[in-house]
Every structure is written in structure tokens, then in C-alpha cells.
Nanobody, 126 residues
Framework: QVQLVESGGGSAQSGGSLRLSCAAS????????MGWFRQAPGKEREGVAG???????RYADSVKGRFTITQDNAENTLYLQMNNLKPEDTSMYYC????????????????????WGQGTQVTVSS
């Protein structure tokens, strides 16, 4: 049974940093594509960053240069380092897993991912 558990959310001031973690279990971690998504109240869930088993990454334009997605395959853990946070980054953040790969040209869409964590809240104040 696939299980994803996020942690590390909280409050930060504008310009600050937070690091999210996602502990994965119940499947062969390296055979899945992993992603971070976020959803603010009244808005659709959007892709933030993705990473494949070889470490290739992709980012939403809104977070490029500020967020970094990494993973520890030995520990089955996904991370999202968020620097220079802005109030518009305030959202519930979700870890997600997709069996297999994701084509380089494919967008980070929630519908492509079959497994989700429960989310962790990030609040950034100005």
C-alpha cells in the first residue's frame, strides 16, 4: 500500500525559508515519478516541482530559482527546499507519486499522479 506522509510545513516571513519532507513507503520508490503540488483556498491544485528517478527536475515558472526538489532514494524521502518565500506561496502543499515516468514535455498535472499525501500547510506573511 502506497503511503506518502508530508512534514515540515509551518509559518515563515516573506524572504524566509522552509523545507518540506515526504516519507514514502509501500512501493519501490525509484520506480515512481515524484512531485510536489500546492493548492490555495478557492484555487485549483497546481504542480510546483517534479523529479524522476535519475534526478532530472522540473519546476513551475513561479518557483524557479527559489525552490529546489531533491530526493534520497536510500531513505525513500522527497524534499522541497523553499527559499525567498513570498506571501503568494501560501498554500497546502502535497507530495504525489506517479507509477513509471513522466515525459519531459508533459506538464505537471494532478491527474497524472495516482498517489497523494495528506498535505502540509505553508503560510507566508509579509
Amino acid at each position: 500500500q502506497v503511503q506518502l506522509v508530508e512534514s515540515g510545513g509551518g509559518s515563515a516571513q516573506s524572504g524566509g525559508s522552509l523545507r518540506l519532507s515526504c516519507a514514502a513507503s509501500g512501493y519501490t520508490y525509484s520506480s515512481y515519478y515524484m512531485g510536489w503540488f500546492r493548492q490555495a483556498p478557492g484555487k485549483e491544485r497546481e504542480g510546483v516541482a517534479g523529479i524522476d528517478s535519475d534526478g532530472k527536475t522540473r519546476y513551475a515558472d513561479s518557483v524557479k530559482g527559489r525552490f529546489t526538489i531533491t530526493q534520497d532514494n536510500a531513505e525513500n524521502t522527497l524534499y522541497l527546499q523553499m527559499n525567498n518565500l513570498k506571501p503568494e506561496d501560501t498554500s497546502m502543499y502535497y507530495c504525489a507519486a506517479r507509477r513509471g515516468s513522466l515525459a519531459w514535455w508533459a506538464p505537471l498535472l494532478p491527474s497524472y499522479f495516482g498517489y497523494w499525501g495528506q498535505g502540509t500547510q505553508v503560510t507566508v506573511s509579509s
